[in-house]
């Protein structure tokens, strides 16, 4: 069974540019997930997709940060502009349902992002 | 709001001595416990869940874990590590119908 795949694995750029990353769950996962994970710090949920429909975005900074899953399969999540604070790694997880108690998350091996 | 406390950032440990990775958890509603590991350059994978039931749970690689209601605890245990054990471990919480908050990750070490 083919894991989570993210790319690009690595990615900088200077403040104020833009960037995107991409997410591929697990075949026949309907949910979705974005975190981030600052250097020395425990990853922290950004936004999580039921099929193409946002469950929960409440720590998503809205003002630059935008994800979307249109066909409900593959996702993008976009930094608009990018600022210093943004480096870290971008991790994408998926699961089966969205059941806490059942459903496994499997992560993808993350994209680290440099802001400079 | 639940956090979750992993006390010590980092784990030296020699090959085949036992190693105890320490989380705490603070919760006003039950909660679900779980235990991911993150080897270098990959994503995370699950260890462990504790949902209900036993507090003594069993999980991949010989890792265990005992959930300690009165202590607020969850801590990892593997009696005897390997040279492939290196890596970040990280303890989560879930109160129902949450999202998983995560510790700060440990990051274990373990020497020859």
């Known amino acids: 069974e083919a894991g989570v795949a993210q790319s690009p694995r690595y990615k900088i750029i200077e403040k104020r540019q833009s960037v995107a990353f991409w997410c591929n769950p697990i075949s026949g996962h309907a949910t979705l997930y974005w975190y981030q994970q600052i250097l020395g710090q425990g990853p922290k949920l950004l936004i999580q997709?039921?099929?193409?429909?946002?469950?929960?975005d409440s720590q998503l900074p809205k003002d630059r940060f935008s994800a979307e899953r249109l066909k409900g399969v593959d996702s993008t999540l976009k930094i608009q502009p990018a600022k210093l604070e943004d480096s870290a790694v971008y991790l994408c997880?998926?699961?089966?349902?969205?059941?806490?108690?059942?459903?496994?998350?499997?992560f993808g091996p993350g994209t680290r992002l440099t802001v400079l | 709001a639940q956090s979750v406390t992993q006390l010590d950032s980092q784990v030296p440990v020699f090959e085949e001595a036992p190693v105890e990775l320490r989380c705490n958890y603070s919760?006003?509603?039950?909660?679900?416990l779980f235990w991911y590991v993150q080897y270098p350059n990959q994503g995370l994978q699950l260890l462990l869940k504790?949902?209900?039931?036993?507090?003594l749970v069993k999980g991949i690689n010989g890792f265990e874990a005992e959930f300690n209601k009165s202590q607020t605890s969850f801590h990892l245990r593997k009696p005897s590590v390997h040279i492939s054990d290196t890596a970040e471990y990280f303890c989560a919480g879930q109160a129902a119908g949450n999202k998983l908050t995560f510790g700060g990750g440990t990051r274990v070490l373990v020497k020859p």
């Open positions: 919760s006003s509603v039950s909660v679900y």
């Open positions: 504790y949902l209900s039931g036993s507090t």
């Open positions: 997709f039921q099929n193409n429909g946002v469950v929960d």
């Open positions: 997880a998926s699961s089966l349902g969205s059941s806490w108690r059942t459903d496994t998350q499997y």
